[in-house]
């Protein structure tokens, strides 16, 4: 069975600054990784995505995500924090060749002018 | 490209009531996932369909089924409603080729009263 662990349910930057969302993952098998956003009262816009080919993986709006298999992780950052990247962000697994996706709980991202 | 569209944006029911949701995949698509975001939480897997089947189940009661069409588009079915269910109800595609990344809708409110 695979989960992912989101640590921080609310994280806050200024403007500006560098964002670092957590994400902890495991699985029975080697993964595929993804990060979603979601904007208030809409569905879920795929960040970015992880394949098993690159660790560092390049996403939409600046955002990027590496790939740590000993650590079990793909935590989500920007270098620059900018205002309308407040949302509530979601890490989550899939098992190579399966399509049952395990989500995490969510980190909500606030930009502080 | 329409992307995955899902019908109607919100739903308000009584308890006891049975509801059906609707989810049209994007183009290219042959499989759809439905999942329930209650507030605050990520999303849990429902059920899958591919070929008109359903393939996988997550931990839901049997009062939530499905079915999938010829032309790949879907339906969520709700009996007995709870208070309990009502949350957003997201539906998602992807084709059974490739990375299989599922690309999400805008989503259904269902609220039980």
């Known amino acids: 069975a695979q989960s992912v662990t989101q640590l921080g349910s609310h994280v806050s930057v200024s403007e500006g600054a560098l964002v670092l969302l957590r994400c902890n993952y495991s699985s029975s098998v080697p993964p595929y990784l993804f990060w979603y956003v979601q904007y208030p009262n809409q569905g879920l816009q795929l960040l970015l995505k992880y394949t098993s080919a690159a660790t560092l993986v390049k996403g939409i709006n600046g955002f990027e995500a590496e790939f740590k298999k000993s650590e079990t992780s793909f935590h989500l950052t920007k270098p620059s924090a900018h205002m309308s990247d407040a949302a509530e962000y979601f890490c989550?697994?899939?098992?190579?060749?399966?399509?049952?996706?395990?989500f995490g709980t969510g980190t909500k991202l606030q930009v502080i002018p | 490209d329409a992307g995955v569209t899902q019908s109607p944006t919100h739903l308000i029911k009584t308890r006891g009531q049975q509801v059906t949701l609707r989810c049209s995949p994007k183009s290219g698509h042959d499989t759809v996932s439905w999942y329930q975001q209650a507030l605050g939480q990520g999303p849990q897997f429902i059920f899958q369909y591919y070929e008109e089947e359903e393939r996988q189940r997550g931990n839901f009661p049997d009062r939530f089924s499905g079915h999938q069409f010829p032309n790949y588009s879907s339906e969520l079915n709700v009996n007995a409603l709870l208070l309990g269910d009502s949350a957003l109800y997201l539906c998602a595609s992807s084709s059974q080729k490739g990375v299989r990344e599922q690309f999400f809708g805008p989503g259904t409110r269902l609220t039980v009263l």
């Open positions: 989550a697994v899939m098992p190579g060749g399966y399509q049952k996706v395990t």
